[in-house]
């Protein structure tokens, strides 16, 4: 049963592109997060998905960024028109129950995808 | 704002003694706490959690420790090897919700 599983791991993308980065939840898991840490910081909630389903974005800036988990394949983090200040490390995690389940119930983490804008 | 902050941004210990990981919140809200190990290039990894109507809890020579009186949380790390190195996070969430807020982080670094 493989993790939660993140690509690319590292991304270089020019200031005014576009990334996606990808997260495949374990097998099992319907419930997707996205997190963001920067250098030396915590990770920062961003989002919370079901399939095709957005519960929780309060953590998403409200330009540029979007996020989605379709009925089909891996949840997508995308980040338009990227600037500096959007480089770090973007962890997914999954978990087979959502809000009526115990937190400890599965809730992993990814390796995660260090994105840096140069 | 409500936040989870961590005491010591270092601590440094010889291998086999214990360590302990300081952690405290704001928000009186907070009903579930988690600590995770975060080694370079990975992503977290749960160690132990605790529920707010528990004040201690028991892991394989991890011991987390809850005091709600003052909003403090520890980690407690027995007999600490060198592949204990690495930065510990505590995280709560309120109501069994599915967001966590994390603290800033303390690196753990075991001496030979």
């Known amino acids: 049963n493989a993790g939660v599983m993140q690509n690319p791991r590292h991304l270089v993308r020019r200031r005014g592109q576009e990334a996606r980065l990808r997260c495949s939840p374990m097998?099992?898991?319907?419930?997707v997060y996205w997190y963001r840490q920067l250098p030396e910081e915590g990770l920062k909630f961003m989002v919370y998905?079901?399939?095709?389903?957005?519960?929780?974005e309060s953590g998403m800036p409200k330009e540029r960024f979007s996020a989605e988990f379709p009925k089909e394949g891996p949840s997508i983090l995308r980040i338009q028109q990227v600037v500096r200040g959007d480089s770090a490390a973007y962890f997914c995690a999954s978990s087979p129950l959502g809000i009526q389940g115990p937190l400890t119930y599965g809730y992993t983490f990814g390796s995660g995808t260090r994105l840096t804008v140069v | 704002g409500e936040s989870v902050g961590l005491h010591l941004p270092t601590l440094s210990v010889q291998e086999g003694d214990n360590s302990i990981i300081n952690c405290a919140y704001s928000n009186s809200a907070s009903d579930y706490f988690i600590w995770y190990k975060q080694e370079s290039g990975k992503g977290p990894q749960f160690i132990i959690d605790?529920?707010?109507?528990?004040d201690k809890r028991q892991g394989q020579r991890v011991t987390v420790l809850l005091n709600k009186t003052v909003k403090h949380l520890s980690l407690q790390i027995a007999a600490t090897q060198p592949g204990d190195s690495a930065v510990y996070f505590c995280?709560?969430?309120?109501?069994?919700?599915?967001?966590?807020?994390f603290g800033t982080g303390t690196q753990l670094k075991v001496e030979l």
């Open positions: 605790i529920r707010s109507n528990m």
């Open positions: 998905l079901q399939k095709e389903n957005i519960i929780d």
């Open positions: 995280a709560e969430s309120t109501g069994g919700g599915n967001k966590l807020t």
């Open positions: 097998k099992g898991h319907s419930h």
